[in-house]
């Protein structure tokens, strides 16, 4: 499974034009296209439109610019559920949206709308929530973590079947979650390697801007500019960032590459 981010920032022929370009290139491979609105007539028109185009699953946020509270929640996916041929995966992510959903509301939304098979838990601690979730929703419920994969070793003890962190790093992901599948202890190393480089990218404000710096130092973009208000990197962050990583000896990448 696959995500496409549809960064509210680009137009809507740059999104058309990416999801194109990665569904050409990831070819059978499920994609999850971020969509949603403000408002459930919003975010059933974005989700109609990505599912169009050929993904496999919208994640959907609650409505944010007004701030809903657990029934205005439960109506929202409720008129998603009805208006949408897609499945569907929550997106608990009240550190950027400012809307919690407990653990009581997403079970009620699992439970009463077959369209909503995933949830992405990234309200800290995502451990515990996790563990939570495990021990009331059924199995068809699948969970990932996010907030740039900082726990995801934990995450997978804990019972989630993948991650969604920012873009940069494939190779190390895949390498945990196939070490996860054979020699857990080679998981853990592999993810305690690599978490200094995976917090300096969850970092509020600067996370945009830290993940297209690496990117940009790869070779895969031409430049390093970030869109307004995102925030660019000052002289010393980009400094720290380039230590970091060059802390990471190449054969570290390649036995990640190897694992994947």
Not at 25 to 53: C, F, K, M, P, Y
Request: with cysteine; charged share 20%.
């Amino acid at each position: 499974m696959c995500q496409f981010w549809r960064r509210h920032l680009m137009p809507e022929a740059e999104k058309k034009a990416i999801f194109d370009r990665v569904k050409a290139l990831t070819g059978d491979l499920h994609l999850v296209a971020a969509a949603g609105g403000a408002s459930s007539q919003v975010a059933i028109e974005s989700i109609n439109r990505v599912a169009a185009w050929g993904a496999q699953v919208a994640m959907v946020n609650p409505p944010a610019v007004v701030k809903p509270g657990p029934e205005e929640v439960y109506r929202f996916f409720g008129d998603l559920n009805a208006a949408c041929d897609i499945d569907i995966m929550v997106q608990d992510a009240p550190l950027m949206t400012g809307v919690p959903l407990s653990v009581a509301t997403l079970v009620r939304l699992c439970r009463d709308y077959d369209a909503i098979r995933y949830i992405k838990v990234e309200q800290p601690p995502t451990t515990l929530k996790i563990t939570e979730l495990k021990d009331q929703l059924p199995p068809r419920i699948g969970l990932f973590g996010g907030l740039n994969a900082g726990f995801l070793y934990e995450e997978l003890a804990r019972g989630i079947v993948g991650t969604m962190p920012a873009c940069e790093f494939p190779e190390v992901i895949n390498a945990i979650l196939q070490a996860w599948r054979h020699d857990r202890q080679r998981a853990q190393t592999l993810f305690y390697r690599y978490l200094p480089f995976l917090r300096y990218g969850v970092q509020p404000g600067i996370g945009v801007a830290v993940h297209k710096e690496i990117l940009f130092r790869a070779g895969l973009f031409a430049t390093n500019v970030v869109r307004d208000p995102a925030k660019t990197l000052d002289d010393v962050t980009r400094q720290e960032l380039r230590d970091l990583t060059d802390a990471l000896p190449l054969a570290v990448l390649q036995e990640a590459q190897g694992a994947a």
